[in-house]
C-alpha cells in the first residue's frame, strides 16, 4: 500500500488542523494505521493508532483530549483532526500501515512496513 500524508501548515497555537492519509493500492480495512511526529532535532514520536479492526485507538498522553483519528474505508484514508495545537506539536507528522504488527509495537514503529512522505505542521506562539 503507498500512502500519502497531506494537509500540513501553519497555524496559530489554539489552532486546529486536519491531516489526511491517503491508501492506493488496496483497501485499509484491516490494517493498523497509525501517526507519528519527528520534532527537529528529536526521535520520531508516537501519535496515534486504530487497531487492526479500526474498534480500538490509542494515543499517546501529550495530544489525548485535544487530537483525534478516524478513518474512512470507503475512501481509504485515515485523518488526524489536531485542535488546540500548541507550538511542541510542531513536527513532521508520518502515517504508517501495516497489515501484520504485533499489538506491543503498535507505538514504537517497528513492523510498520508502509509509511507516508512526512507533512511539516508548524505552530507559532
Known amino acids: 500500500v503507498q500512502l500519502q500524508a497531506s494537509g500540513g501548515g501553519l497555524v496559530q497555537a489554539g489552532g486546529s488542523l486536519r491531516l489526511s492519509c491517503a491508501a492506493s493500492?488496496?483497501?485499509?480495512?484491516?490494517?493498523?494505521m497509525a501517526w507519528f511526529r519527528q520534532a527537529p532535532g528529536k526521535e520520531r514520536e508516537f501519535v496515534a493508532a486504530?487497531?487492526?479492526?479500526?474498534?480500538?485507538?490509542y494515543y499517546t498522553d501529550s495530544v489525548k483530549g485535544r487530537f483525534t483519528i478516524s478513518r474512512d474505508n470507503a475512501k481509504s484514508t485515515m485523518y488526524l483532526q489536531m485542535d488546540s495545537l500548541k507550538p511542541e506539536d510542531t513536527a513532521v507528522y508520518y502515517c504508517?500501515?501495516?497489515?501484520?504488527?504485533?499489538?506491543?509495537?503498535?507505538?514504537?514503529?517497528?513492523?510498520?512496513?508502509?509509511w507516508g512522505q512526512g507533512t511539516l505542521v508548524t505552530v507559532s506562539s
Open positions: 486504530f487497531s487492526r479492526s479500526g474498534g480500538n485507538t
Open positions: 493500492g488496496r483497501t485499509i480495512r484491516n490494517l493498523v
Open positions: 504508517a500501515a501495516s497489515s501484520s504488527i504485533i499489538l506491543s509495537n503498535i507505538r514504537t514503529g517497528e513492523g510498520y512496513a508502509n
